[in-house]
């Protein structure tokens, strides 16, 4: 049986290209390292935050469905009760994954996913998964 380890591994060893809906342009802020960590491991990230045109030196787009290429994973840094109709949003444009970071839960969002069969993990650090599973040393994970 493949567990959700497995699942994640893939998942980050295929992936190009995340769009990180709630993209602070605030240093400090979780999803802003978070962004900087993937840049450097070199994914490529697309800000989605309607409140600004760049952030990172990359594009800032409004939604996910005004992105005009191909996404691979959508990670969410934004409270559970607002999640469901960015994971709605999502499913229309396709990617492999909808990731929800650390402490953010939606079964009504998982729902929506896996009826669109796109994998969905819930309430994990992409960044503290990426060091955990695809670090050779293992790494040293930050504390949430």
């Not at 998942?11 to 990180?20: C, E, G, H």
């Not at 400090?28 to 760049?54: C, D, F, M, T």
Request: aromatic content about 4%; hydrophobic content about 40%.
């Amino acid at each position: 049986m493949v567990g959700q380890d497995d699942i994640i591994i893939e998942i980050l060893k295929s992936s190009r290209t995340i769009a990180i809906v709630g993209l602070s342009p605030v240093e400090g802020k979780p999803s802003n390292g978070v962004a900087i960590y993937l840049q450097k491991a070199g994914y490529r990230i697309i800000p989605v935050n309607p409140g600004h045109e760049e952030i990172l030196g990359e594009k800032s787009y409004k939604s996910l469905s005004a992105i005009p290429e191909k996404v691979d994973i959508v990670d969410i840094f934004m409270r559970s009760e607002k999640v469901v109709p960015v994971v709605e949003e999502a499913v229309t444009i396709k990617p492999r994954c909808i990731w929800l970071q650390l402490g953010i839960k939606s079964e009504e969002g998982k729902a929506v996913a896996e009826k669109h069969n796109i994998a969905f993990i819930m309430d994990k650090c992409i960044k503290q998964e990426y060091e955990r599973l695809m670090k050779s040393s293992g790494g040293c994970q930050e504390k949430p």
